[in-house]
């Protein structure tokens, strides 16, 4: 069973750089061989994809975020990287890193607890 965990800063200062990180543990295989997402939920609305890591290696960002996000792996350390630039207090939500989701259901294998991220204005 996949197991991953989000960290990062909690509060960001409006225009700002966000940084988060998903430890990952127990994958079987190699991690080609599954995907890997950001998903976030802003305060009072619905889960929203940021972007993934496809199987194929290739990137796919949600279109409103294209211009400022970029998700990439650490395979020395087994954690993949959400960088979100230029943040607004939009950007407030809290972050899930998760494999092997279907995004259009937004369901997915396994799923971190999630990480409170609060952009100051």
């Known amino acids: 069973q996949v197991q991953l965990q989000e960290s990062g800063p909690g509060l960001v200062e409006s225009s700002h750089a966000l940084a988060l990180t998903c430890t990952v543990s127990?994958?079987?295989?190699?991690?080609?061989?599954?995907?890997w997402t950001w998903i976030r939920q802003p305060p009072g609305k619905g889960l929203e994809w940021v972007g993934y890591?496809?199987?194929?290696?290739?990137?796919y960002y949600r279109p409103t975020l294209k211009s400022r996000a970029s998700i990439f792996w650490d395979t020395s350390k087994n954690q993949f990287t959400l960088h979100l630039n230029s943040v607004t207090p939009e950007d407030t939500a809290v972050y899930f890193c998760?494999?092997?989701?279907?995004?259009?259901?937004?369901?997915?294998?396994?799923w971190g607890q999630g990480t409170q991220v609060t952009v100051s204005s």
């Open positions: 127990g994958v079987s295989g190699s991690t080609n061989e599954h995907s």
């Open positions: 890591i496809a199987k194929s290696g290739n990137t």
């Open positions: 998760a494999t092997d989701c279907t995004i259009a259901s937004m369901t997915c294998g396994s």
